[in-house]
Structure formats: C-alpha cells, structure tokens
C-alpha cells in the first residue's frame, strides 16, 4: 500500500493534535500519600477514605467549567459526592446547584429542608448552603439527597449526599464534616465567615 506525502502530511498533523489534546486532558488530581487524589488546581485532597466512605472514583465533571469530582461511597447504599469548581462570577450557590435541583424535582423529590450549616471553629466557621429532597420512603426509612455548596477561595465545594433518614443520619453527618474541614484546610484562600 502506497502512502503519497499528503496523507504522510495529513497522518502527521492529526497525530499532531491528537497528542496536543492528551496533553491537555491531563488529570485533574495528582496522587498524594496513602492513596489520596489531589486537585491540583484548588489544592484539595481526596482521601482514600472518609470516616467509613470508601473513595470510588475522581475525575472531571464539566471540562469546559473546570468542575472535577471525588465520589464516595459507604455500605447500606450511602453516596457521597464532592463536586469542586472555580468561581464564575458572583458567589450564588442556588444558582451553582438548580441543575441539580432541576434533575431531582423532575425525578420526583420534594425539598423538604432548606438552610445554613456551618463546619469549622465558632469565631470563623464555614457558611454551608443546604437543601434536602426526599426521594422515596420505605416503611420507616425516609431517602434524602442533599446539596450543599460553600465558597472557599476562588472555589465553590459542593457536597451531595444520598442517605436513608434514619438510618444514616450518623454517615450523612460524618462525610458533611469531613469534607467541609478538609475544604478549609487544603483550599487556599478559606472559607467566608457564616451569617451571625
């Protein structure tokens, strides 16, 4: 089979950006001690395990957005998602998270909460966004996604959490904490003090 210089020409360009596009999608997390991911653009750190959460997967989210995931989970069917992206923008975490809202009122689930959480120490803590749909409920167990979202930095961290009320209240708690703490230890710039 004879090959003429223009598909030698053509052939060489197209690997050209082939190679050119690898090496722009290159991994958003870098491997860190005992097993953890670390976001190399806000510096947080996946860890392995997260109280009793196991860590199943990181990647990117939304590549043209720059949002990247670590997914978690836990025995009984308890899933933790932290979702990072950089700031666009003003700071509006109902804005951040209606795609997740749009998805969960279309799948059924009724908000049933709504408010402010806050992690860290009482003379600086982290002011957390929340809202809480119920799903399902099954004879005495109740199922709930929750979305949380905090501004740290140039970075909003979103926290999802789908557990069973009251079952996994305790591992709903836990991953919450977990995840916010580390936010505030890791990304560079902290987090905004909470509403008096």
């Known amino acids: 089979m004879k090959f003429g210089v223009g598909a030698a020409f053509v052939f060489?360009?197209?690997?050209s950006l082939v190679s050119a596009r690898a090496q722009d999608m290159a991994d958003p997390f870098a491997d860190g001690?005992?097993?953890?991911?670390?976001?190399?653009?806000?510096?947080?750190?996946?860890?392995?395990?997260?109280g009793h959460f196991e860590r199943d997967a990181v990647g990117e989210r939304d590549p043209e957005a720059g949002t990247d995931f670590c997914a978690y989970s836990a025995l009984d069917g308890v899933y933790g998602t932290i979702t990072l992206e950089p700031?666009?923008?003003?700071y509006d975490p109902k804005a951040i998270l209606a795609p997740d809202f749009?998805?969960?009122?279309?799948?059924?689930?009724?908000?049933?909460?709504?408010?402010?959480?806050?992690v860290g120490p009482k003379n600086a803590p982290l002011?957390?966004?929340?809202?809480?749909?119920?799903?399902?409920?099954?004879?005495?167990?109740?199922?709930?996604?929750?979305?949380?979202?905090?501004?740290?930095?140039?970075?909003?961290?979103?926290?999802?959490?789908?557990?069973?009320?009251?079952r996994d209240n305790d591992a709903e708690i836990e991953f919450f904490n977990a995840a916010y703490q580390d936010a505030t230890t890791n990304i560079e710039g902290g987090g905004q003090p909470a509403p008096p």
């Open 12 to 15: 060489a360009c197209i690997f």
């Open 33 to 50: 001690p005992n097993g953890a991911k670390i976001h190399s653009a806000s510096g947080f750190v996946c860890p392995q395990q997260i």
């Open 87 to 90: 700031l666009h923008g003003a």
């Open 102 to 118: 749009v998805v969960q009122e279309g799948t059924g689930g009724r908000m049933i909460d709504e408010g402010m959480r806050s």
């Open 127 to 166: 002011a957390i966004y929340t809202r809480t749909y119920e799903t399902a409920k099954l004879e005495s167990l109740h199922y709930r996604t929750l979305f949380a979202s905090a501004l740290l930095g140039a970075w909003t961290v979103q926290v999802t959490i789908e557990y069973a009320d009251p």
